[in-house]
């Protein structure tokens, strides 16, 4: 084996691995390589390889009027890499190149540079190249080489010159091969490990940025989420200063002071126009005309959406112009704007999710059952002649029903509170049941100051009423208890009514019975204090109910 070729070769390699490893470091052909696959990027690709397959022709070994060289690495590694049309196409331009310095093997090699480049695309659309084992390296060097010495064999003449030639260079130029492809493998890999790290990084800063300003775009795009969401985005990351705006106004601006508001708030309506525009990020300095007082030479725009319409746009400006601006930064305004417009879109449902709520806890202030008014004032009526003392206490309790509901308009009050309105409605109902009903309270009074949301209580109290006494004939007995549990107050709601079948208690908090009074109490307890609070029911037919719940000690 000719050693003196091998570190001729090597030292061909070697400076075709130098040349991709400085051109990896920047951001633009990083990106190029691991980006979209589209006409600019093939263009691209397909020139950078072929001129590796070029300068790997240049500085070969002359033998005989051939030449012994690393041409076929630039290729294949460039099929590899883009595919077959790149993998071509490179061949193409470092087999015309070889074609034109001429030899016995010129059309040969030519045409095995061409080959070697569509099988690297073709291996390429298989296996990444980041991941590639290296027993899959090795049987690939092999391939590509014999592919070129099988050509030079079929299409050179003299056959006795090609022979010899091979003889001559065919461990070294495959050794070289095989290491070319190793080496080409790590540089990408470390490409491929730096692209992750860089994509990690503005995940990592957009989560960060989006996590800490949930609390300020809860109340929706406006000036003073805005405000804040700018000063956040300033604090942690290095964009020079940001701008963002709605569809009509720039709300904020944040970063390096705009000496001149004017001409601050029509750059950044110039770019929101852009933005509205293009519908899309995008990135400008040429284009922009920057006011001289203002230090900036680019900006990026990103399109702010609300159901799918563009409701504003975030605007990052950078000191720095356009051919030092990292793919970072483009990402970075893209997936945060993304984040903001999800956030947006959730503080809404948040808000309509409220209103909803507070639609429904109205309706239950609001809510006085006709039956039960009606039944009242004629029982009422009946005693104004028989027992004018209890009609007076019949028409007091009720009056104290209306006028609570009518009070409270708060969202909590103590549990003291409930529980006076409740002996209201429920010496009403005694009444009502003719003795038939038998209350027990067991209250612990150290608890009575526990604040709970309004008609928590109440709505419970009624349905066990309703549905599970009112049928019974005899023996109505209802137990309201209050005690401590841990750090919470356990609360407990007992009828010995007939009761509810399974189906039915399954459809009772999930909405899909009629009336909004246990579901409603159970999602505001949710809502109020976490998903592991909330309503629990037992319940068999003719056994009665039992519904219980626990509120922590502190409050909401």
Request: aromatic share 6%.
């Amino acid at each position: 084996m000719n050693f003196n070729m091998l570190v001729q070769l090597f030292g061909n390699i070697s400076v075709i691995a130098m040349i991709s490893l400085l051109i990896g470091q920047l951001n633009y052909f990083r990106n190029i390589i691991y980006g979209k696959n589209n006409w600019k990027r093939i263009m691209i690709l397909s020139t950078l390889f072929g001129f590796m397959s070029v300068i790997g022709t240049e500085n070969g070994i002359r033998i005989n009027d051939a030449i012994a060289n690393t041409r076929i690495v630039g290729s294949l590694v460039g099929g590899l890499i883009g595919g077959p049309v790149v993998g071509t196409l490179a061949g193409i331009i470092g087999g015309i190149h070889r074609y034109q310095i001429g030899g016995f093997t010129a059309f040969a090699c030519a045409a095995s540079t061409v080959l070697v480049g569509l099988l690297g695309g073709i291996v390429g659309t298989k296996h990444d190249l980041s991941k590639m084992k290296w027993k899959y390296i090795l049987l690939l060097g092999i391939t590509a080489e014999l592919i070129q010495k099988i050509m030079v064999f079929l299409v050179a003449k003299p056959f006795e010159a090609a022979l010899e030639l091979e003889l001559q260079i065919a461990i070294p130029t495959t050794i070289i091969t095989i290491l070319g492809l190793s080496i080409f493998t790590l540089i990408f890999q470390n490409l491929k490990m730096m692209q992750d790290q860089s994509g990690a990084l503005v995940a990592n800063l957009a989560l960060t940025i989006a996590s800490r300003t949930l609390p300020h775009l809860r109340t929706g795009l406006n000036k003073d989420s805005a405000e804040k969401t700018a000063d956040i985005i300033c604090e942690i990351t290095s964009v020079d200063a940001v701008a963002i705006t709605n569809c009509e106004k720039l709300l904020c601006v944040k970063g390096i002071e705009w000496e001149q508001p004017f001409q601050g708030e029509a750059l950044a309506a110039q770019v929101a126009k852009a933005v509205f525009q293009q519908q899309n990020v995008i990135y400008q300095d040429k284009e922009l005309v920057f006011p001289r007082n203002l230090p900036f030479q680019s900006v990026i725009g990103a399109p702010l959406y609300h159901r799918n319409k563009i409701i504003g746009s975030l605007q990052f400006y950078y000191r720095s112009s356009s051919f030092r601006m990292s793919q970072t930064h483009l990402k970075l305004a893209d997936g945060l704007a993304n984040l903001l417009s999800v956030q947006i879109e959730l503080a809404e449902i948040e808000h309509h999710t409220k209103m909803r709520q507070q639609a429904e806890l109205n309706a239950l202030q609001a809510q006085i059952n006709p039956h039960f008014l009606f039944n009242t004032l004629s029982t009422i009526m009946s005693y104004c002649r028989t027992d004018p003392e209890q009609a007076r206490s019949l028409l007091g309790n009720l009056s104290d029903i209306f006028r609570r509901n009518l009070r409270n308009k708060g969202n909590f009050h103590s549990l003291q509170e409930e529980l006076d309105g409740i002996k209201s409605y429920l010496e009403i109902e005694k009444v009502r049941f003719a003795n038939r009903l038998t209350v027990l309270m067991e209250i612990d009074e150290s608890l009575l100051h526990v604040k709970l949301p309004i008609l928590t209580l109440q709505p419970i109290i009624e349905n066990a009423i309703h549905h599970g006494l009112s049928p019974k004939i005899s023996d109505c007995l209802l137990t309201i208890r209050v005690a401590r549990s841990s750090h919470n107050v356990k609360i407990s709601i007992e009828d010995n009514g007939i009761g509810m079948s399974e189906e039915r208690l399954a459809e009772v908090l999930n909405r899909q019975s009629q009336g909004i009074g246990l579901s409603n109490v159970h999602q505001r307890l949710q809502s109020v204090y976490g998903n592991e609070y909330g309503l629990h029911l037992e319940s068999k037919s003719g056994k009665g109910t039992l519904v219980t719940f626990e509120a922590p000690l502190q409050g909401p």
